[in-house]
């Protein structure tokens, strides 16, 4: 009666990702009004620098009721609805996006193609690169949204590159080869790899080395690379950032075949911290793929009064030098103090210097090296300490243990409520001396009939189930 | 080179059609009072900029609706924040109280059957994405907006099958016309999984009466198939009769309702095609689940949620603005048809929209849609109108054309008024032996040019309603 797609569960909201954010919201916490609630650490949102840009707003007001120099512009803004999006709205983003790059590339505007987030951008572009049935290879571990924007109505295929700890999940040619290989006793005509540089889950950013072998590698094979750089405004650290094109620059290869083949994919919702404005974008230095993304972004155009206004703010130079250095200053500080308070409760981090989150190493909590201990240990965390973590297996990730912690999307108050919790869990546990699978009194019946429900749905798989 | 995918290099995007050429036309040079007199006159755009001053006024007495203000600063970061793809509730609860106005609250809608989407054009994409598989087909009667071709097939690969419509009978949607449709598609093995109608229709400018509605609620639930109504114009209905929703066709008759579905936006109703405000509405929970989740592709922004929701909760302004906006669809469609009736054009008898369909049969070298481009393209580099032929609508009989009026100011349209009088004059000339011609006058007076010019094949060659003031203050 409904499409297939309509009918399937390839939209991906079967993941522990997506069914830890249900629990959460059943039972959100509240400093004060639900003390006991779950926290939400399974969200890579930033909410840390929202007063900067509100003072900015409040110094602005030319901005304020859509005004240009004394007239209103809401009438233009309103008719505004050509794909190539405001002239002015792009120039400010390519400058701001050569900054974040410390001005090593240059953008052309005329290359920027607007999207609704990053969500449609990636499927736009995968649109764009691959027929239905092709796939692209995809480093593990990768963002539990990649199986919804790069398969669902595309019809295109994941293959994972499998990446390992004992490596700090780095990218090796080996495992490129061997996911390609992959690819093609499966019959599957590999288009590209996707990487995320800064990674998520990871919070680190990719090696010269890692770009290097990348681009070897699609050269060798002919494939394109597309990079998601949305959290290239958030690397706090050393080693600095560098971008997809910068390393091909390095190799002078602008003239040749794969710099058309190189697209990058960007968005303000993590830098900026601004998801609800929906604002996404493609760059490609490919005329073809910025000419066909570009119509199909009419089914997701950035609305006018958004591109205005950060036009506005993005044409603020200072405010945008500003912003940058205090943002990175108050990600650093607080990604120490979850470090810290976790290594407290004897937990280790992977070693990061960006992104919204920590890549966690729970795997000497596990009962044993599977996947069910994982999922066992991920339900106490989240019905039994309170905190909403996602874990390793929701990304793919190819170890059991691993849990990507988020940090930007809370107070310091909430986050240290947090780290206490996971010191009683852990303490707890020691004295106890095992894990154990164990519902406690706290646990609403309704976290435990949809836990319940996920873990049978999850052992009795019916990808073609009817529709519902 | 390695390919790009086949949806990239193909033309499935359906730009290539004489619709966006005329637009293209337009930009490379665009009227302008005084910049550009001598420019194109867009009149290919269907755009309702008529209520603008109202909406404005509104918008600076509200400045708690703008965000970035003084007032409505505060809630900035947490509508920042919001990516939910439910939607701010006060925005569905808002934009379902004001699809149930535009229907003169004759039926309720439900908050929680609203989806966001990219505009209409994501929602009708979504639609098609939840409803069929690729190599399925949608029936769509004709004459039919072109995006539709892109909207609906391309990164879908679902079909289109035309429902032939007719001028004979002034492009009724028929059981016949349906039946013959729905046996095409069979007999090319297309499974067809959904009629799609526009009511409002674009390009007709007319509303489906009551019994085709019934009709086709018939159809669709004797074939088991999905009724998607694309009602982006229901607003626009400016005179009788009354716009009738499938919203309440489905309350008065029987009807499968999971097989019922409407597009809706606020860029036409409301004039705001840049906040891509774009809405699914289905009676099936299945299919407000799937589309739901396909929001993430498109999503509201949070910015325009907040003063969409601001406005349109303000009860005494909604009442006024929709009274007022057909106040004023009115007053230029009657003034636009009146003009042309009397330089011998006619259109589409046709209350709703922003447009008309006006019938240029007549000048036709032939009938042939060969002819038709070439009068499209005399119509856009001689008389600098770019107007939309009817072929790009998939109208099946050459010689139609979409003309909007809605989306240009007074001065604007005396100046497109005026070329198309001296066009006609000319084509008359032309027509008519050399010592008649020395009579003809280029002024617009109404009762001397009614009579010389008036067409055999004019649909609607009186003004509706005779007593008009404007007819008054001319005579």
């Not at chain 1, 669902?152 to 990446?163: D, F, L």
């Not at chain 1, 990719?206 to 990348?214: A, I, P, S």
């Not at chain 2, 405000?277 to 407000?288: E, K, P, Q, R, W």
Request: some cysteine; overall charge neutral.
């Amino acid at each position: 009666m409904l499409s297939s797609k309509a009918s399937c569960n390839s939209h991906g909201q079967d993941s522990s990702y997506f069914l830890g954010w249900q629990l959460y919201e059943n039972n959100p916490f509240h400093e004060v009004e639900n003390p006991t609630g779950i926290i939400q650490m399974g969200l890579a949102e930033n909410q840390l620098s929202f007063d900067l840009v509100e003072s900015w707003l409040r110094k602005n007001p030319d901005v304020m009721e859509l005004k240009k120099g004394g007239e209103s512009v809401f009438r233009e803004l309103a008719f505004f609805q050509d794909y190539h999006g405001l002239p002015t709205f792009k120039n400010e983003l390519v400058e701001y996006m050569a900054k974040i790059r410390g001005n090593k590339v240059k953008f052309d505007p005329n290359n920027l193609v607007l999207a609704a987030g990053a969500t449609s951008a990636n499927e736009t572009l995968i649109f764009c690169l691959a027929d239905p049935g092709e796939a692209i290879l995809l480093p593990t571990p990768y963002y539990p949204g990649f199986d919804r924007d790069l398969k669902w109505r595309t019809g295109v295929e994941i293959v994972p590159v499998h990446c390992w700890s004992s490596n700090g999940f780095r990218i090796t040619m080996f495992a490129l080869e061997e996911a390609y290989e992959r690819a093609q006793k499966l019959n599957l005509k590999v288009k590209g790899v996707l990487i995320t540089n800064p990674s998520n889950p990871l919070g680190t950013t990719m090696t010269k080395e890692e770009l290097d072998h990348l681009i070897t590698f699609a050269v060798a094979k002919n494939i394109h690379v597309i990079s998601d750089e949305v959290f290239s405004g958030t690397v706090f650290d050393s080693p600095g950032f560098i971008s997809i094109l910068e390393a091909a620059m390095d190799r002078n290869l602008e003239n040749t075949d794969v710099w058309s083949r190189i697209h990058i994919v960007y968005s303000l919702s993590k830098d900026l911290g601004l998801p609800g404005f929906r604002v996404g974008m493609i760059y490609s230095n490919n005329k073809t793929v910025v000419g066909a993304s570009t119509k199909m972004s009419s089914f997701g155009l950035v609305s006018s009064q958004t591109q205005y206004l950060l036009t506005n703010v993005l044409a603020s130079k200072r405010f945008t030098s500003k912003y940058m250095k205090e943002n990175q200053k108050r990600l650093k500080k607080r990604k120490e103090m979850l470090v810290s308070g976790l290594k407290k409760s004897g937990i280790e981090c992977l070693k990061s210097n960006a992104g919204l989150f920590c890549w966690v190493d729970m795997r000497h909590l596990l009962s044993s090296n599977t996947l069910e201990a994982e999922t066992k240990l991920w339900n106490q965390m989240v019905c039994d300490v309170g905190l909403n973590i996602s874990p390793g297996s929701s990304f793919h990730c190819s170890e059991p243990g691993w849990f990507r912690v988020c940090f930007a999307n809370m107070s310091r108050g909430t986050l240290q409520v947090a780290m206490r919790r996971i010191k009683d869990f852990v303490e707890r546990s020691n004295f106890m001396g095992r894990i154990k699978m164990n519902y406690q009194q706290n646990m609403s019946s309704l976290s435990r009939k949809l836990l319940s429900n996920w873990v049978r749905k999850l052992s009795s798989p019916d990808p073609n189930e009817h529709e519902r | 080179m390695v390919a790009i995918s086949k949806i990239a290099t193909g033309n499935g995007h359906g730009e290539d059609s004489p619709y966006f050429d005329g637009w293209k036309a337009y930009e490379t040079n665009p009227f302008h009072p005084i910049d550009r007199p001598d420019g194109v006159i867009q009149m290919g755009l269907a755009e309702n900029q008529l209520c603008f001053n109202f909406i404005k006024k509104w918008v600076m007495e509200h400045p708690e609706a703008s965000l970035c203000s003084a007032e409505g600063v505060n809630k900035f970061e947490e509508t920042a924040l919001f990516q939910d793809y439910h939607g701010m509730p006060e925005f569905r609860e808002a934009v379902a109280k004001f699809m149930g106005k535009v229907r003169g609250d004759r039926v309720k809608f439900d908050p929680d059957r609203i989806v966001m989407s990219g505009g209409a054009t994501g929602a009708h994409e979504m639609v098609a994405f939840c409803l069929a598989d690729p190599g399925e087909a949608f029936l769509v009667p004709t004459p039919y907006y072109p995006g539709f071709d892109r909207d609906l097939r391309w990164r879908t690969g679902v079909e289109l099958v035309p429902v032939v419509c007719e001028s004979s009978n002034n492009f009724k949607i028929t059981r016949a016309a349906l039946e013959a449709a729905y046996e095409k598609a069979k007999e090319a093995n297309l499974r067809v999984k959904g009629l799609l109608i526009t009511n409002p229709s674009n390009p007709l400018g007319t509303i489906l009466d009551r019994d085709t509605l019934k009709g086709i609620v018939k159809f669709i639930n004797e074939k088991n198939i999905h009724l998607i109504g694309d009602e982006i114009y229901a607003a626009t209905v400016f005179m009788e009769p009354e716009f009738v929703s499938i919203s309440e066709i489905i309350e008065e008759v029987e009807c499968n309702r999971g097989l019922i579905h409407i597009v809706y936006s606020l860029s036409k109703d409301m004039g705001f095609p840049g906040f891509r405000v774009g809405i699914v509405y289905s009676y099936n929970d299945a299919v407000v689940s799937c589309a739901r989740k396909m929001s993430s592709f498109g999503l509201v922004s949070s910015q325009t949620q907040h003063l969409i929701a601001t406005m349109l909760s303000d009860d005494d302004f909604v009442d006024s603005f929709i009274v007022e906006s057909k106040e004023q669809l009115f007053k230029r469609h009657k003034y636009f048809t009146l003009s042309l009736s009397q330089v011998g054009i006619g259109s589409l008898k046709s209350n709703a929209g922003l447009f008309i369909w006006m019938d240029l049969r007549k000048l036709l070298k032939e009938k042939t849609f060969d002819a038709e481009m070439d009068l499209w393209r005399v119509i856009i580099n001689e008389v600098k109108l770019n107007v939309s032929p009817g072929s790009s609508f998939h109208c099946d009989e050459p010689g139609w054309f979409r003309v909007c009026f809605a989306n240009m100011d007074d001065n604007t349209m005396e100046v497109a008024l005026l070329r198309i009088t001296t066009f006609m004059h000319k084509h008359n000339e032309a027509m008519v032996p050399r010592k008649l011609c020395r009579r003809a006058s280029l002024k617009l007076s109404l009762s001397r040019r009614r009579d010389d010019f008036m067409s055999q094949n004019m649909m609607s060659p009186h003004s509706p309603i005779p007593q008009s003031p404007l007819v008054r203050a001319r005579t």
